[in-house]
């Protein structure tokens, strides 16, 4: 064999050995995405951690104010919302004035101050004795308004309006269009957002007419105010019974999150707190009937529900990375 014979052998072999090379590697490449991904664990949707509970400590649980409570029967009642105002019981207002016309000598007490009944609020001189006499509270109760000043004659004017604040009425305008849902002795549920006030009274009186001036009927609330929260002027709003349901599960619509486009309930059990769905009934402006996915007895968060729905957000972003 001449050199220049030798010398091609040797390129084809070596273009060959090269071509065999690039080959094997090309393979080797295009198989190692598959196998990568058979090594990589599979991660599931978004609902995953509703799979697993949120550990909490009871120190958690404490700083975080949440709540528990046990799922069971409950009165769903459904209610007419209405408007109105607190003002004085009409029934425990008086007004004082001088026995004897003369001359005003003396003022004990001033708006607002609060006074017992037989207490003295002011001291006459008679224009016909000239003796002098006390002018007394005929209950107990708050100074609403005050008509008399030191050298004043009396006369015939009312000196002094007591009022008895321990309990008050609400005056609730009432469309003619519901008037036919309301009656006498009916249960009403009092609110105040601006005060964070809430309590129960009862429908006392329903006007037989109405105003001309903005075509509504007065319905009257009785409304105890041993506490004095409830003061005269303050604006409310008021849910007039009209029936009540008792339903055999039900939970608090605080405790209610929505995750995912559903209604779930953050549910404890041994492993800890588990987002629940469940399917809701009837529900009024505290309880919910509960028709699908709790028991009854099953411990349940109330106030701070959303922080558990936070934290899952938090975990799931967290699995996401």
């Not at 046990?70 to 607190?86: C, D, H, K, N, W």
């Not at 006499?133 to 007591?162: C, H, M």
């Not at 995912?260 to 707190?273: I, K, L, N, T």
Request: net charge negative; with cysteine.
């Amino acid at each position: 064999m001449t050199s220049k014979t030798l010398f091609i052998t040797l390129l084809l072999a070596l273009a060959l050995a090269l071509a065999v090379v690039a080959c094997g590697g090309s393979e080797s490449a295009s198989t190692q995405p598959a196998a990568a991904a058979q090594a990589e664990p599979a991660h599931g949707g978004e609902g995953d951690h509703e799979e697993g509970a949120l550990k909490l400590t009871a120190a958690q649980i404490e700083a975080a104010g949440i709540e528990i409570a046990s799922a069971g029967p409950a009165t769903i009642r459904e209610t007419l919302p209405l408007y109105g105002v607190v003002a004085p019981n009409a029934e425990r207002v008086r007004e004082v004035g001088a026995r004897f016309p003369g001359v005003i000598r003396s003022v004990a007490r001033k708006i607002g101050d609060t006074v017992k009944q037989g207490e003295t609020l002011a001291t006459v001189e008679s224009n016909e004795s000239l003796q002098t006499y006390p002018v007394l509270a005929s209950l107990a109760g708050v100074i609403a308004a005050r008509n008399a000043n030191p050298g004043e004659q009396t006369g015939d004017k009312s000196l002094f309006t007591i009022a008895d604040l321990s309990s008050v009425w609400v005056e609730l305008s009432l469309f003619p269009r519901d008037v036919a849902k309301v009656r006498v002795g009916q249960k009403v549920r009092v609110k105040s957002a601006d005060a964070g006030l809430s309590t129960d009274g009862e429908l006392v009186y329903v006007a037989p007419f109405g105003s001309s001036a903005n075509q509504t009927l007065t319905a009257r609330v009785l409304v105890d105010n041993a506490d004095r929260h409830w003061a005269p002027g303050l604006y409310v709003t008021a849910d007039v019974t009209l029936a009540e349901t008792t339903v055999a599960l039900s939970i608090r619509n605080e405790s209610v999150q929505n995750l995912e486009g559903r209604s779930v309930v953050f549910v404890r059990d041994a492993d800890g707190f588990e987002p629940r769905p469940v399917k809701l009934g009837r529900v009024d402006d505290e309880n919910s009937e509960v028709l699908e996915g709790l028991e009854v007895g099953d411990a349940y968060v109330t106030r701070n529900s959303y922080i558990l729905k936070a934290e899952l957000g938090k975990g799931e972003a967290e699995h996401g990375h």
